[in-house]
Structure formats: C-alpha cells, structure tokens
C-alpha cells in the first residue's frame, strides 16, 4: 500500500488509477447503486477504503467471472447477506443462531427465486 492510499480517501482520479479503472466507469458504477461515494462541499467525490475494496470486489467480479451489471448486483446482495450471517453466528447462542441462519437463507433463496 502507498502513501495515498493509507490515509484513505481519494479523489476519482486516484481511485481510478488505485484500481486500474478509468474513472468513467467509477461514475457507472455509482450511477448503478453499487458504491456511494462521500462528497466534498465542491462536490468532488471521495473514495474511502471501503469503496475501494468494494470496487476491488466489483472489478473481480466483471473483469475474472465475466459477470454483467445485474449478475454483479445479484453477487453483491448475495454477499451482503452471507457477510450479515457471518457476523450473526460470530454474536449468537446456539438457537439463536440456527434461527437467524434460517431466516437469512429464507432471504437468500427468495431473493434468488425474483421476490422481494
């Protein structure tokens, strides 16, 4: 990690250049609901480390699986859920737990079968 991307915001053009991304396609992204960036009071935008990483996670996605923008929000819906699930078993009793993972993969299936 560089100096710039240590302290952990950045303007599109770092970012776009962090992520071998041309910034145009930062904007698409952001146009789809996948990222939000902050905003200066000039309106710039500013990338936080978490943006970066998701759009890390964004480019694997399209660049390595092939995947189109609904299969990318698809995988990022389904990967919000499991990333709640994960931090519900790390916090949960035993009937606790097998509850919530019920009610998670109930989600995730009708999510999957087109219902909201």
């Given at each position: 990690?560089?100096?710039?991307?240590?302290?952990?915001?950045?303007?599109?053009?770092?970012?776009?250049?962090?992520?071998?991304?041309?910034?145009?396609?930062?904007?698409?992204?952001?146009?789809?609901?996948?990222?939000?960036?902050g905003r200066?009071?000039?309106?710039?935008?500013?990338y936080s480390?978490?943006?970066?990483?998701?759009?890390?996670?964004?480019?694997?996605?399209?660049?390595?699986?092939?995947?189109?923008?609904a299969g990318?929000?698809?995988?990022?819906?389904?990967?919000?859920?499991?990333?709640?699930?994960?931090?519900?078993?790390?916090?949960?009793?035993?009937?606790?737990?097998?509850?919530?993972?019920?009610?998670?993969?109930?989600?995730?299936?009708?999510?999957?079968?087109?219902?909201?």
């Amino acid at each position: 990690m560089d100096a710039i991307e240590a302290q952990g915001l950045y303007i599109i053009s770092v970012a776009a250049r962090l992520l071998a991304m041309h910034p145009q396609t930062l904007r698409k992204y952001e146009r789809a609901g996948f990222i939000t960036p902050g905003r200066t009071g000039g309106m710039l935008r500013l990338y936080s480390s978490t943006d970066i990483a998701r759009l890390r996670l964004i480019k694997h996605l399209v660049e390595e699986l092939g995947l189109n923008l609904a299969g990318v929000q698809l995988a990022l819906e389904l990967t919000h859920g499991l990333e709640a699930l994960r931090e519900s078993a790390l916090n949960a009793d035993g009937r606790e737990l097998r509850h919530r993972l019920v009610e998670e993969v109930d989600a995730i299936l009708t999510y999957m079968a087109g219902g909201s």
